[in-house]
């Protein structure tokens, strides 16, 4: 069955970069991309990017160009996203998903990341 | 970025009744529309995909509509674990979501 396990919890003081894992399996990984998806305590869902397990191509929500890098290692199924230059407001439930190649909805999430970001 | 607005923000209900939740898109994204539960603490779950279309594995009571601007998620006949909040989510350019709806017990 197909499964998306992330990283542990993470505190970090601000200015500090924090990076998230997103391990697949259940599924050839390099057939889908993988989404970045995080969410404010008591907020709505807001898509942070999308990279393409295939051959890395990556697509940054504009708020966060130059913040944000996502990467992949086919050798392990793994996605990463690493966030720069935190700010409070970059606390956050972070998760990644995966996207289908048609319609482009998010079919399989991962358990979600808490980012905690605080002096 | 192409806005998508939800609507109501939240809503009561009791189990048994039929919910509608709307969801208006500020561009024509064609059937690129896709709806999602979320409970608390825990990831959102696809719902309906392309509009209309059932994720495998979610109940028949479930059922999506619209196309071009105009969407809906229709819950025919509440059951106790329906009571969560509820995205809609475009992905015909970069994605958004709307701003949710709190679906709960009347």
């Known amino acids: 069955q197909v499964q998306l396990v992330q990283s542990g919890a993470e505190v970090k003081k601000p200015g500090a970069s924090v990076k998230v894992s997103c391990k697949a399996s259940?599924?050839?990984?390099?057939?889908?991309?993988i989404s970045w998806v995080r969410q404010a305590p008591g907020q709505g869902l807001e898509w942070m990017g999308w990279i393409s397990a295939y051959n890395g191509n990556t697509n940054y929500a504009q708020k966060l160009q130059g913040r944000v890098t996502m990467t992949t290692d086919t050798s392990t199924s793994t996605a990463y996203m690493e966030l720069r230059s935190l700010r409070s407001d970059d606390t956050a439930v972070y998760y990644c998903a995966r996207e289908d190649r048609s319609w482009y909805y998010f079919d399989y999430w991962g358990q979600g990341t808490l980012v905690t970001v605080s002096s | 970025d192409i806005r998508v607005t939800q609507s109501p923000s939240s809503l009561s209900a009791s189990v048994g009744d039929r919910v509608t939740i709307t969801c208006r898109s500020s561009?024509?994204?064609?059937?690129?529309l896709n709806w999602y539960q979320q409970h608390p603490g825990k990831a959102p779950k696809l719902l309906i995909y392309?509009?209309?279309n059932l994720q495998s594995g979610v109940p028949s009571r479930f059922s999506g509509s619209g196309s071009g601007t105009d969407f809906t998620l229709t819950i025919s006949g509440l059951q106790p674990e329906d009571f969560a909040t509820y995205y809609c989510q475009q992905s015909y350019h970069s994605p958004t979501f709307g701003q949710g709806t709190r679906l709960e017990i009347e």
């Open positions: 259940g599924y050839t990984f390099t057939s889908y991309g």
């Open positions: 561009q024509i994204i064609n059937s690129y």
């Open positions: 392309a509009a209309s």
